[in-house]
């Protein structure tokens, strides 16, 4: 039986937002993280029935000894939309069984699901909350070259494969802009923590 109290909030973000580092804040403040892409990555190298719809889409070469074959899989779904979408229809509905599992062990009142594609696999409306975080576009440009040593180029190209902050921002009851240093934002994650505990009455 779902507990009543507890509240769900999702916080989503595009590549070089720092939705990770807000997320890793409101963890800091005592809120529980579920990170749906670190778990989705879990859950194709370890769940049997997952690997096994992967492999019947994608072929062998989906794994390798070492697990998920990533490279290839990105090379696979990269500008073709029914690859792309076989594979979330393996993916999502085995994170969110997952999450469930997850939400059934805390305690606290408020949690959050982090997810890069929140609004677009429309795990948001199953949250009672979405925090996006923003950035201008030079700026996450920037950082993502910094983070991944990747060239602009490759990072235009994730980039436009995802939607725009616009549209995340239409989904959203707070915003967090992220274009300071990392006291902005944690102040910006402290603010918006109160703001949560006020919408839900705690």
Same mark, same amino acid.
């Given at each position: 039986?779902? !507990?009543?109290? $507890?509240?769900?909030?999702?916080?989503?973000?595009?590549?070089?937002?720092?939705?990770?580092?807000?997320?890793?804040?409101?963890?800091?403040?005592?809120?529980?993280?579920? !990170?749906?892409? $670190?778990?989705?990555?879990?859950?194709? !190298?370890?769940?049997? $029935?997952?690997?096994?719809?992967?492999?019947?889409?994608?072929?062998?070469?989906?794994?390798?000894?070492?697990?998920?074959?990533?490279?290839?899989?990105?090379?696979?779904?990269? !500008?073709?939309?029914?690859?792309?979408?076989?594979? +979330?229809?393996?993916?999502?509905?085995?994170?969110?069984?997952?999450?469930?599992?997850?939400?059934?062990?805390? +305690?606290?009142?408020?949690?959050?699901?982090? %997810? %890069?594609?929140?609004?677009?696999?429309?795990?948001?409306?199953?949250?009672?909350?979405?925090?996006?975080?923003?950035?201008?576009?030079?700026?996450?440009?920037?950082?993502?070259?910094?983070?991944?040593?990747? $060239?602009?180029?490759?990072?235009?190209?994730?980039?436009?494969?995802?939607?725009?902050?616009?549209?995340?921002? %239409?989904?959203?009851?707070?915003?967090?802009?992220? +274009?300071?240093?990392?006291?902005?934002?944690?102040?910006?994650?402290?603010?918006?923590?109160?703001?949560?505990?006020?919408?839900?009455?705690?």
């Amino acid at each position: 039986m779902k !507990n009543k109290q $507890t509240f769900i909030v999702g916080i989503t973000g595009g590549i070089g937002s720092g939705k990770s580092t807000a997320a890793h804040f409101f963890e800091e403040l005592g809120i529980p993280v579920y !990170n749906s892409d $670190t778990r989705a990555k879990v859950i194709q !190298n370890e769940d049997e $029935t997952v690997k096994s719809k992967v492999i019947q889409v994608f072929g062998d070469e989906a794994y390798t000894k070492e697990g998920l074959n990533r490279a290839f899989i990105a090379k696979q779904i990269f !500008n073709n939309k029914e690859k792309l979408n076989a594979l +979330n229809k393996i993916v999502h509905p085995a994170v969110f069984l997952d999450f469930e599992n997850w939400k059934k062990e805390q +305690n606290s009142k408020i949690l959050i699901k982090e %997810a %890069a594609i929140l609004i677009e696999s429309g795990s948001y409306k199953d949250c009672d909350a979405v925090v996006s975080v923003v950035v201008d576009l030079d700026k996450r440009i920037e950082r993502t070259i910094a983070r991944d040593q990747s $060239t602009k180029e490759e990072v235009l190209k994730r980039i436009n494969n995802q939607i725009s902050d616009e549209e995340r921002i %239409a989904k959203s009851d707070f915003i967090i802009d992220n +274009n300071a240093d990392l006291k902005h934002l944690k102040n910006k994650v402290e603010k918006t923590y109160f703001q949560l505990k006020e919408k839900f009455s705690l």
